[in-house]
Every structure is written in C-alpha cells, then in structure tokens.
C-alpha cells in the first residue's frame, strides 16, 4: 500500500469519525433539549352538551418540571423599603418558593378536589369545568358560587360541606343548599377562549344555560371580585330561576354619589382613589397587555407565585401577612392550579374583555343581598347600594375577613349566605 493510498484511508477515516462525532453531538443535544424539554399542559377531555364526570390529573412530568424550573429561579435584587410598597419582599417569596419547591405535594389538593364531583360540560362552544354538590336535604336551595382573579375554585372547598349539610356542621336543614362552582372560562379545567367575546355578560347566559341544564328553575347566586361582575350580570339579565343574588363585593364604580359627598363617602371615595393609583396596575396590564404578561407568567413558576401571593398579602384582611389566614398549602393550591393549567395569560385576558367596560356601576331591579368584609379593597356604603339596589333586602357588615371572603373566613362567609338567603326559602 503506497503512502499516498495511506493518506486516503486515514482522511476518510477522520471524516467518517468526525460525522459519527457530530452525530453523536446531535444526539446528545436532542436527549438533552428533550429532558428539558416544558411538559404541555394537561389535555381536557372534549367537553359536549352532556353533563360528564371530570377527574383532575396532572401528569408526574410536569409536577416534575415545577420541581426544576423552582430549583433553578434567578432571583432579583432585594426591595429598596422595609413593606410591600414596591411589590412582594424578596424574603417573604423565597420562603414560599422554598416551600413550593421542598414541601408542598400537589397531590394533596389533587385529592381534595377530587373528593367532590365534578363535571364538565359544552356552553356556547366552550367546554366548562365545574364542580355540583348536591344536599341530602329534600328542600336545598341551589346556588351557583363565582370565584374571581387571582381565585379559583379552591377558594370554596371549606364552605362546600357547611353548605351542603348544614346539620353537621352547627346548621338546620333549612339551611341546606345545592352547590355549584364554575371555573370561569380560561381558569382552572375549563377550556380557554380561542377568540374574543368572552365578557362578562355572556358568562353570566353561560351560567344560567348551566343551572337549566342541571335542572333547576328557581335557584341564588354568589360571587366577589369578578364572580360579584358575573352574578351583577345575572341579575341585569334576569336570567329565568334567579331568584336573588348575594355580593361581597357590590360593584360601585363610579361610587352612585348624589350631591356633595358626606365624610363617609369621602372617605370611601379616597379609598377608591388609593386603589386605583398604587395596587391596580396588574389590572392595567392584565386588561391591556395580557399577551405580553402571558409569556412571563407562562415560563416562571415564581412569577406566577408572585404576582398571585402579592394580591393574597394585598388583599386578604391580614395586614400584609397573608399566612396568618391562610395556610401555605391552600395558597399553594391555588398558585399551582394556574401554574400546572398554563392559565396565566387566558386568565387575564377577562380583563381586556370586561374591565372598562362590564365591570361598572349597575341597577339591578331584583333581590340583592350584600356581606361587606372590613378588609376589603374598599369599603362601600349601604346608602349608593340602596340607590343602584332597590330590591337590597339584606346588608350586613362582619367583623373580619378581607377580598377572598370564603377562603379566608368560611364560617362567617357560610353564616351570611344562610342568613342572606333564608327569606326566600
């Protein structure tokens, strides 16, 4: 063999040992992009006109994925004050997120809601979650309770069981009730809008389509924060069986003042003010921007945590120390439920849709009931409801609790709607 047929072999030799080493490379790279790779949310089940069983089921992979992206979070430079005036401070969310990362089981709340029945069903060509307890008391009253944002149906899993069976839990049977719980269309386990048009006004037909569908014509509804923008709906529309409505957040914006404002009304007025200049700035973005906060909130789990944990530290009635009513688990629950849906952007696109325009000062010529709680975003004043409501037949104010009324104080929220509702039973 000459020298020259000795080059040949070996140049072809490195060129095949280079390929099988990119090759090599490639393949690693593609193991590797594939272990990384982000788990795609868990698939619904096609919903259609059927009322049909839903099991909630997060795959381990994703679970797993929540676990990394945790362990790896960039964190930012601390808060230049001493407060939450610039946002969630840096140490309260890293002893969350630790928890989140080390501590926290999912399956746990998993669990818990699965050990109520839950459904999905077709409205208007969007599949709706929902969860539906029936009382084993023969005259339950139905109702239908509307979370809002940053809620979701874990708010009302303590209250389910009073409601429901009042006599084990300090109730009489006439206190009984049917109990429905929708996620709001692009929350939770129902499915997201692919179009616009999903305002207010056509959740609340979607809920009475609901409450028909489940065979009841004479029912209540109930809702804060949005869930107080859907039940307003509801009654606006006079939707066939609704009976009344219960509001812990009465919707006054703009407050119904008439003539010079009295000291009160200042005072809650300055309230409204506040709010709007210093904490509604995720309602700006969400109602303006809701894509471009979407893909933020999409891709870090302790962005999600934070701009959800900052509304708890807001607005619960805690004085900014929202564990002091609401454990780490049940906040938790909820963060991970827009974290493992991937509901982050869909969630607040409700706001482009309805904020400035639904969500607004409304006369509602049918029974109205109001619980106000002290910790609310602002304190509204029985005066303007009388003005907007003049069916009001019930107004009372409690001694604690703060926006998330159910979830922070359930035996009050559960001891108003027995007593809001028992006139019309």
Do not use: C
């Amino acid at each position: 063999m000459s020298d020259s047929d000795i080059d040949t072999i070996l140049s072809r030799r490195g060129a095949l040992l280079g390929a099988a080493a990119i090759a090599a490379g490639s393949m690693a790279a593609v193991s590797s992009s594939n272990a990384l790779a982000t788990p795609a949310p868990p698939s619904l089940p096609p919903a259609t006109s059927e009322v049909s069983p839903f099991i909630a089921r997060i795959p381990q992979v994703q679970l797993d994925d929540l676990k990394r992206r945790l362990a790896a979070t960039r964190w930012p430079d601390r808060e230049q004050v001493s407060d939450w005036s610039q946002g969630v401070p840096l140490e309260r969310l890293r002893s969350l997120v630790t928890y989140w990362e080390k501590q926290y089981d999912w399956r746990r709340g998993e669990r818990q809601l699965n050990s109520f029945p839950q459904f999905r069903t077709n409205i208007d060509g969007l599949g709706i979650h929902f969860l539906h307890v029936r009382s084993k008391h023969e005259n339950a009253l139905p109702i239908i309770l509307t979370h809002g944002w940053p809620g979701s149906i874990f708010e009302f899993l303590k209250v389910i069981g009073p409601l429901t069976n009042p006599t084990a839990y300090g109730g009489k049977a006439e206190d009984a009730f049917h109990v429905v719980i929708p996620s709001l269309p692009g929350f939770g386990f129902s499915d997201k809008p692919i179009e616009k048009g999903w305002n207010l006004p056509r959740i609340a037909r979607a809920w009475a389509t609901l409450m028909k569908r489940l065979g009841y014509d004479r029912w209540v509804a109930q809702g804060g924060d949005w869930g107080a923008g859907v039940t307003t709906w509801l009654a606006q529309q006079r939707a066939v069986g609704l009976a009344a409505v219960h509001l812990n957040l009465p919707i006054m914006f703009p407050p119904p003042v008439e003539g010079t404002p009295n000291s009160e009304e200042k005072e809650s007025i300055a309230q409204l003010i506040a709010f709007d200049k210093t904490l509604s700035g995720y309602a700006k973005i969400q109602a303006t921007r809701p894509q471009t906060l979407g893909y933020a909130l999409t891709d870090s789990p302790v962005g999600q945590a934070a701009w959800i944990y900052e509304k708890f530290g807001d607005w619960t009635d805690s004085k900014h120390d929202p564990e002091s009513v609401l454990t780490r688990e049940e906040m938790l629950n909820n963060i991970s439920l827009y974290w493992l849906t991937s509901t982050a952007t869909s969630s607040a696109r409700l706001y482009s849709e309805s904020f400035y325009t639904d969500f607004s000062t409304q006369k509602l010529d049918l029974p109205v009931a109001v619980s106000v709680f002290p910790g609310e975003l602002y304190r509204p004043l029985k005066p303007w409801a009388e003005r907007i409501y003049p069916q009001l037949y019930y107004w009372n104010e409690v001694s604690k609790g703060g926006h998330f009324a159910a979830f922070e104080q359930p035996g009050i929220f559960v001891a108003e709607l027995r007593q809001a509702f028992h006139k019309l039973r």
